[in-house]
């Protein structure tokens, strides 16, 4: 699934990020006049460059490396860089992002749709990893499906060299 590089109008702001979740929300303003709202859900967030004051439309567009993040990176990512809005760019390397949208009936917020997701480990631009094919072991359990992204078993920091 490709759904990047991926743009809305609407006027998000950050609403939460939970750092023991490793999760970063972005929603539209409440209701008020509108009947529909929109949030962006980034999970197992490894990195976030993002002033919090955050505002306005969103454009998320992958790149292939920012900083010391690339396809060495011990675990599958997504590395977008987020654009459009108030206080310029930011930056955010996450597993998944979802955008959903709600709507308004009656005194009741109802789930509307999913408007696009993309996940690290079935995209064409997740970086890190390594692809694992059925048959294979991983962690001595065997592999179901095809193109399922594992975790490297060595660490992505060495560990400081004592002598």
Not at 118 to 136: L, N
Not at 143 to 149: C, G, K, L, Q, T
Not at 150 to 158: D, G, I, N, V, W
Request: hydrophobic share 35%.
């Amino acid at each position: 699934m490709s759904n990047l590089p991926f743009t809305i109008d609407c006027d998000l702001h950050v609403h939460r990020y939970t750092v023991s979740h490793k999760e970063l929300l972005l929603r539209s303003n409440d209701f008020g006049a509108f009947a529909y709202q929109t949030e962006i859900c980034f999970e197992a967030v490894e990195r976030m460059e993002l002033d919090p004051r955050f505002n306005g439309g969103l454009t998320l567009t992958p790149v292939s490396r920012h900083g010391d993040l690339d396809d060495s990176a011990a675990v599958p990512l997504l590395l977008l860089e987020l654009a459009g809005g108030m206080f310029g760019c930011g930056f955010v390397a996450c597993g998944k992002v979802t955008a959903r949208g709600f709507r308004r009936e009656g005194g009741d917020v109802v789930f509307d749709r999913v408007l696009f997701w993309e996940g690290a480990g079935h995209s064409v631009h997740g970086v890190g990893g390594r692809p694992v094919e059925t048959g294979d072991t991983e962690f001595g359990l065997p592999v179901r499906r095809r193109y399922a992204r594992e975790k490297r078993t060595s660490a992505r920091f060495p560990p400081p060299d004592n002598s």
